[in-house]
């Protein structure tokens, strides 16, 4: 089995800035997929977050492409915060290589990115959206792309990307290499690779495994109401480092950063889409230097947080997808690392988390049994009796934990059920 990077066929310089700064083993996706990208075949990669990914597409590309060629390798990705992360890795990694790379991102004023073109690049790293706005322009051309790498596909689509990718890739030359990368992969993913890719190598590493490995987790069934106290003393608890807290909308993202600001004397950092691209990037940047303690975020804004001071995610509340969730608690134990994280369920999102839960293969801690703290589902048979009605009658009226947004109950909050299925009482 291939252990080191030079077995792979990465040579100098490169191996002298992969010494310099500490990589001195391949994870799993870079063993295999390394070779198999110098080979010019393209690849379809599938590895969860915290993998090593980056490397795995970016260092066959600095070794390939040639000094003052033109742009030869554009890299897609979902988000800003990831396009610049993306970005940071192969600026160490190409130090000794005289290689140029620009990143491209809506937000960030249009004439600077002009400059730096006009520089000229090698490596262009790209949200979909402002790459093509460069194209049409006539400031960024394709004609000399060897490579074309999508990175975060599943999210790309999920954001509907998936035409902006289309028209990139149908500018492209027929002869370059394309690599695919996804933390899942969904039909739509499978029918682009199909129409795109030529003979693509398939490279699965742990694609069944949603385990969450190396992470404690842990979930504690409150009130909503009850949610920002608890929030409050898990975080005052982590001493070991840094901490994420997940919100499933921007309104919320801010109030909880707000409150948080309020009720503690830690420094607390927040980004969300409605924020401007100054603004955003002065929180990551705060938060990856150490200088802020809480990061509060969407999942959405989320993507490309690779901070290896994460010690502890906080769901604030239950993401609405299982994949979701571990890419969410996957911001911990990065690379190896131990982490926890601790899922916050109010009444009305026990159904979700259970479906959640069922995927994971450890065990989670039940914070409830821990904490002596007693979960007392509201019966809603009760609620609707003629006499209880009435909002301002005694323990009558919808209650906004026991209903969706739509009104309609969700599994948890009706005829008594708990966590496990079972209709007593917890």
């Known amino acids: 089995m291939l252990t080191r990077f030079e077995e792979l066929g990465i040579k100098n310089p490169i191996l002298t800035a992969l010494s310099e700064i500490h990589f001195d083993e391949p994870f799993p996706i870079q063993a295999a997929a390394i070779p198999v990208l110098l080979s010019g075949q393209d690849v379809i990669g599938q590895a969860h977050t915290g993998t090593g990914k980056t490397a795995a ?36 990694f190409s130090r000794h290589s005289n290689i140029r790379y620009v990143t491209i991102y809506g937000g960030q004023s249009i004439n600077v990115q002009f400059s730096e073109l006009e520089r000229g690049v090698e490596i262009v790293v790209a949200t979909p959206g402002r790459l093509i706005d460069h194209i049409k322009r006539g400031s960024i051309r394709l004609n000399n792309v060897k490579y074309v790498v999508l990175d975060e596909a599943d999210t790309m689509l999920d954001m509907g990307f998936i035409d902006d990718i289309k028209f990139i890739l149908d500018l492209v030359p027929k002869q370059h290499i394309t690599a695919l990368f996804s933390a899942t992969m969904p039909p739509e993913i499978l029918m682009l690779a199909e129409k795109y890719m030529k003979n693509p190598q398939r490279i699965f590493i742990d694609a069944d495994d949603l385990s969450g490995e190396g992470i404690e987790q842990a979930f504690l069934v409150i009130r909503d109401r009850e949610k920002t106290d608890f929030l409050l003393r898990f975080i005052r608890e982590n ?53 802020a303690d809480i990061l509060v975020a969407t999942d959405v804004a989320a993507r490309g947080i690779d901070v290896p001071e994460v010690a502890l995610v906080i769901n604030y509340d239950v993401p609405s997808h299982d ?83 739509d009104g309609r109950r969700r599994y948890g909050s009706g005829g008594g059920r708990n966590y496990y299925g079972l209709r007593s009482r917890w």
């Open 57 to 92: 597409f970016s260092l066959p590309i600095i070794q390939t492409i040639v000094p003052k060629g033109g742009i030869q390798a554009i890299i897609l990705a979902p988000t800003r915060e990831l396009a610049v992360q993306i970005t940071g890795e192969i600026q160490r």
């Open 323 to 405: 994949m979701v969730y571990f890419h969410r608690i996957g911001r911990t134990a990065r690379a190896g690392a131990k982490g926890r994280a601790i899922t916050l369920v109010s009444y009305s999102s026990i159904g979700d988390f259970k479906a959640i839960s069922s995927q994971t293969k450890v065990a989670m801690r039940d914070l409830n049994k821990e904490l002596g703290i007693e979960v007392k589902i509201p019966d809603p048979l009760k609620r609707e009796m003629p006499q209880r009605r009435g909002y301002g009658s005694h323990g009558g009226g919808r209650r906004h934990d026991d209903r969706r947004h």
């Open 239 to 291: 001493k070991t480092g840094q901490t994420i807290v997940f919100c499933s909308t921007k309104e919320r993202t801010r109030r909880v950063a707000h409150e948080l600001e309020k009720a503690s004397k830690l420094n607390v950092v927040s980004i969300q889409g409605d924020m401007s691209q100054f603004r955003r990037d002065k929180a990551m940047y705060l938060f990856r230097k150490g200088k």
